[in-house]
């Protein structure tokens, strides 16, 4: 007879994003099954982590995975963008990065979820699922064996091989990554990123002695080309690995890079995770810093419905959180992108510095929503600087006035994980709407009682509920964006 098991979520796929939601929500004391199709360790590209993975192995009580192996913290970046002179930036300015090997990473990860509860089938292909009245019905292979796992929610996080090309849109012109290993004697051991005509080009001492170095191209300049010739021809235009230009690489990888975003992400709970739901363009490094933190939220989700039931709420908190990620990522690589010195007249350089979002096959209304963060953001001024002091002194009898722009909105907020409907304000002047400033709910203190008419007196009436600076500090931020409006600009 076929074996079952009935769990709150069956999550699928162990790199990061699946079993950073697993640990989570363990942690939240709900009971948790992972199928996961190959045997660990498993080879994985992405192994330069970014600084905030940090603050998400310290919240998931896995930091000491991070310094249980000899993992490189410490490195140096010798950089070649905006202009054609190198740049030593140092650890200390760039940020505890580490480098990792994942296939251990994401080896050390699974285990410390079993040692906490974790069902795992490994390895066990996730093959299909039906929806049932109480959720969904799975079935897993495990080599001839099958397995049928009922659950209120999927997580799947099956990463970039999960889904249907025409399930996604794409968000960033595809590009080509070609990576091997340089000799490590001949590099010095930092890390190296450059900008050439055709691509760039990244290189790092990895922690088994090996140097590392991945290209990204236009899929062009595959076209005729082999693989090798594409990979030397950027190699021997570089200025920071000039002293291996003409090495032989024996154990070149290829792979097309694509950026995409699911155009449906949430359907019945059963909710897209990491590379299954989205993907970023490798210029940043922060990949797997970006699908753990999703996981992170949609766990929120998942938390809320199973303990309030809540599911609309949940579902438009997990979706702003992904259009927020996406569309703040494209346009921060955009303009790094448009920065790099080979600029406009190089066909590489120009396609990659606007934001780009592709026609799914189908439009869904999720789609529509994300397309609407594509435009081009409000230019913003330069922060002004101000004297406090001085300011106090200069507004504290101006009369005050909310501005005519601002807009309070219901909007979905973290509260000892679970949402919660809280008031937040929208302005111009503001990036995303807010609930809080410096932990405090900014919307109650902005129903300012009739007598409280001046700068100064808003202070007051805040310091019977905040320390004084603390009232000055939130009444300058307001102030500074035009929401709380004096006289005196
Ligand atoms: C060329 C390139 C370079 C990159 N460099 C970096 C970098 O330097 N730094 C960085 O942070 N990120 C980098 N990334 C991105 C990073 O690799 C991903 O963000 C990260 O791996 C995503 O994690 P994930 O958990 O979503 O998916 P994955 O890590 O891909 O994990 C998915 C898991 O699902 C399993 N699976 C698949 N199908 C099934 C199934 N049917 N049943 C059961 N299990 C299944 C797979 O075996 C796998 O273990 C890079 C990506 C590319 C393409």
Redesign the pocket.
């Known amino acids: 007879m076929t074996p079952q098991q009935t769990t709150d979520v069956l999550i699928?796929?162990?790199?990061?994003?699946?079993?950073c939601a697993a640990l989570r929500l363990l942690a939240l004391g709900h009971k948790v099954a992972l199928?996961?199709?190959?045997a660990f360790p498993?080879p994985?590209?992405?192994?330069?982590?970014?600084p905030g993975?940090r603050n998400i192995f310290d919240y998931l009580e896995a930091s000491h995975l991070l310094s249980q192996r000899n993992y490189l913290h410490q490195l140096n970046a010798h950089v070649i963008w905006d202009t054609t002179a190198v740049q030593t930036v140092s650890a200390a300015q760039r940020g505890p990065g580490i480098m990792v090997d994942?296939g251990l990473l994401?080896q050390d990860l699974l285990a410390l979820a079993v040692e906490r509860g974790l069902q795992l089938y490994q390895p066990?292909?996730?093959?299909s699922c039906l929806q049932t009245d109480t959720g969904w019905q799975s079935q897993?292979r495990q080599e001839t064996r099958l397995i049928i796992i009922n659950s209120r929610f999927i997580l799947d996080?099956?990463?970039?091989?999960?889904n249907n090309m025409q399930d996604r849109v794409l968000t960033a012109p595809p590009a080509v990554?070609i990576?091997g290993h340089l000799p490590a004697h001949l590099m010095p051991g930092d890390t190296h990123i450059e900008a050439t005509e055709k691509g760039w080009i990244?290189g790092s001492p990895t922690f088994d002695g090996q140097f590392r170095t991945?290209t990204?191209l236009d899929p062009k300049e595959l076209k005729g080309n082999t693989v090798p010739v594409a990979f030397n021809n950027v190699l021997s235009n570089t200025r920071l690995f000039e002293a291996v230009r003409n090495h032989e690489i024996n154990d070149l990888q290829t792979?097309t890079?694509f950026t995409y975003a699911h155009t449906s992400p949430w359907q019945d709970n059963y909710l897209r995770?990491?590379?299954?739901a989205f993907?970023?363009d490798?210029l940043s490094?922060?990949?797997?810093?970006?699908?753990m933190r999703f996981s992170l939220q949609a766990v929120i989700a998942v938390n809320t419905i199973l303990k309030t039931g809540q599911t609309g709420l949940a579902q438009s908190f997990y979706e702003d959180n992904m259009i927020a990620s996406v569309s703040s990522h494209t346009h921060w690589t955009s303009n790094y992108y448009a920065q790099a010195w080979p600029g406009q007249e190089h066909a590489f350089w120009r396609d990659r510095s606007v934001p780009y979002i592709g026609q799914p096959d189908t439009s869904t209304t999720f789609y529509n929503r994300l397309k609407g963060k594509f435009a081009a953001p409000k230019e913003k001024g330069p922060d002004r600087q101000i004297n406090v002091q001085q300011e106090l002194q200069r507004l504290w009898h101006e009369q005050v006035r909310l501005s005519p722009a601002l807009i309070f909105r219901e909007t979905p907020c973290v509260v000892d994980d679970i949402l919660q409907l809280r008031t937040a304000i929208q302005h111009p002047n503001l990036e995303r709407e807010i609930a809080y400033l410096e932990a405090v709910e900014i919307s109650p203190l902005l129903s300012l009682p009739g007598n409280v008419t001046t700068f100064g007196d808003v202070i007051q009436e805040w310091s019977r509920l905040l320390p004084f600076e603390q009232a000055v500090r939130i009444a300058f931020f307001l102030w500074d964006k035009d929401i709380l409006c004096t006289e005196a600009p």
Do not use: N, Y
Not at 44 to 50: A, D, T, V
């Open positions: 699928i796929g162990a790199g990061p994003a699946g079993t199928a996961e199709s190959a498993r994985q590209i992405g192994e330069s982590l970014s993975i994942r994401d066990a292909r996730f093959e897993l996080a099956r990463g970039r091989r999960g990554a990576w990244w991945i990204f792979c890079v995770l990491g590379e299954a993907s970023l490798p490094s922060t990949g797997v810093e970006k699908a």
